[in-house]
């Protein structure tokens, strides 16, 4: 009798090994499945939070585009600052500016 045709309390032992492979692979599969199944929900999961992310960045562009706009920025520092526009007496040519540099400078 040969080791394959064996029995074993009524089955060969070739049956044996096989349903142990076959459990094994089984075991396998669902493993595999159970593990990419967590990674697809992690992925969903992150893919959330860009999104969420660039919302919230859009948001913030919108912000800063409204918070620079200049006329905004002249009202405040008219109200606030009490700064007004540069009158013309106080504009100089770029032959002036070696003068005002030497009025100007720290002694």
């Known amino acids: 009798m040969s080791l394959i045709n064996r029995r074993i309390r009524g089955f060969r032992l070739i049956d044996i090994v096989a349903m142990g492979l076959l459990a094994s692979i089984i ?7 159970t593990v990419a199944g967590r990674e697809r929900a992690e992925i969903a999961k992150v ?9 919230r960045i859009r948001l913030l562009h919108a912000e800063v585009a409204f918070l ?3 006329s905004r920025i ?3 520092s008219t109200a606030y ?4 526009p540069v009158s ?4 100089a040519t770029p032959d002036d500016l070696g003068k005002l540099a030497q009025r100007e400078a720290p002694r």
Do not use: N
Not at 27 to 33: E, P, Q, T
Not at 47 to 55: F, P, T
Not at 88 to 91: P, S
């Open 27 to 33: 075991l396998g599969v669902y493993l595999a499945k």
């Open 47 to 55: 893919s959330r939070l860009i999104d969420m992310e660039k919302g």
């Open 68 to 70: 620079e706009q200049p």
């Open 74 to 76: 002249e009202r405040l």
């Open 81 to 84: 600052l009490g700064l007004a």
């Open 88 to 91: 013309a007496k106080r504009e």
